[in-house]
């Protein structure tokens, strides 16, 4: 039948109910013709009468062969496309994620509709506009949302990553299609790099042209990380004394580390750190730090140790958090101390001293 033009009795069989292989076979031929160079206006005409019958066969396997054909077909009538794409998921979703001429508006009403396997379908789709991007993170559950990531044609715009970074803080799958996506801005990264795993970092750097800056400063503090809980397994005055020897002596007693210490609740690191980068003794070290109610000696200590002055805010929250609550490291939970610290940083007013935004962002991503 390939070369024979459609004509009346095409649609007569249809109509007479065959079998399914037959109508299968019809299917294919009448897909076949439309999409072909010698379909003649006549011709256009009884394919699309064919297709409107064999959008409602009874049987899923011709909608499925019909659907098939379709997919490769140029500029079908809306109401054919409209069928096909309300058909069960087996006869919709090739055609849908495969179908070039489906527009915006018929997307959206795709997207709209209560099926998350239409909305993936939608979300693999080859070079998704923007447009659609946004809709699916704004309108779709993550596992959608996932998808439109993982799709590497989908143009996703930085407003649209903004949007699914802040919607989806606390998804690890989300952070990491994110990582595994192959082009990313330099800001996206920026904004997420903090809360991934040391394991999502070290991909992250490895798989994207980051700035130097940016790489280095992930690097550093997976380093700092690392270290810390090191000394979070040493007991003994005399074992914290001595890794902060080794890191003194190989210049890697960084202010960032420092802080992050005692931000996470290891005081004696953040006690023996003052000691080598101040020159002050433990003792008068741990006085000023906690027998004394006057807040400028504490700064003097910082500043001997060559503390940055906008990481004072993050240093005095945690002191007032372990005065308050006592709090021993061994017994509780880093995380939980690190909350209050936080908390303590967002509210933070001592001597008329306001933290801006960038400030307080920059002192949070030091701790968490």
């Known amino acids: 039948m390939e070369n024979k033009k459609l004509n009346s009795q095409d649609v007569k069989n249809l109509s007479a109910a065959p079998g399914i292989d037959s109508k299968s076979a019809v299917a294919q031929k009448v897909g076949a013709y439309y999409n072909g160079s010698t379909v003649t206006p006549k011709g256009l005409k009884l394919a699309e009468d064919i297709f409107r019958i064999m959008v409602r066969d009874v049987e899923v396997k011709v909608r499925q062969v019909l659907a098939e054909s379709l997919k490769n077909c140029h500029n079908l009538p809306h109401d054919i ?137 992930i690097i550093e503090e997976v380093k700092e990380k690392t270290t810390l809980r090191i000394s979070e397994e040493y007991s003994s005055d005399k074992q914290i004394e001595e890794l902060v020897h080794q890191l003194y002596t190989s210049n890697r007693l960084t202010p960032n580390l420092v802080v992050r210490s005692i931000c996470m609740g290891d005081l004696k690191f953040f006690e023996y750190a003052l000691v080598y980068l101040s020159g002050t003794p433990i003792v008068e070290v741990r006085k000023i730090l906690f027998n004394t109610t006057v807040d400028f000696m504490i700064r003097n200590l910082l500043r001997k140790a060559y503390i940055p002055k906008s990481m004072f805010p993050a240093v005095f929250s945690a002191l007032k958090v372990i005065k308050e609550i006592r709090f021993d490291c061994r017994r509780s939970g880093r995380e939980n101390f690190a909350h209050k610290v936080i908390e303590r940083i967002l509210t933070y007013n001592s001597g008329g001293e306001e933290l801006s935004d960038e400030d307080i962002s920059y002192l949070v991503s030091k701790i968490s």
């Open 81 to 217: 496309v409209d069928s096909v794409i309300r058909d069960t998921d087996t006869v919709a979703l090739p055609f849908i994620k495969y179908y070039d001429h489906l527009s915006n508006e018929d997307l959206i009403k795709i997207l709209d509709i209560p099926s998350i396997s239409k909305q993936k379908a939608v979300a693999q789709r080859l070079n998704l506009p923007n447009e659609i991007s946004q809709y699916i993170v704004e309108k779709c559950p993550e596992e959608v949302v996932g998808v439109l990531i993982s799709n590497e044609t989908a143009s996703i715009h930085e407003k649209t990553f903004d949007s699914i970074i802040e919607k989806y803080r606390e998804s690890e799958d989300i952070k990491q299609r994110l990582v595994y996506r192959t082009e990313l801005p330099t800001s996206v990264i920026e904004k997420i790099a903090n809360s991934l795993s040391e394991e999502l970092k070290k991909r992250l750097i490895v798989s994207h042209n980051l700035p130097t800056n940016l790489a280095t400063d």
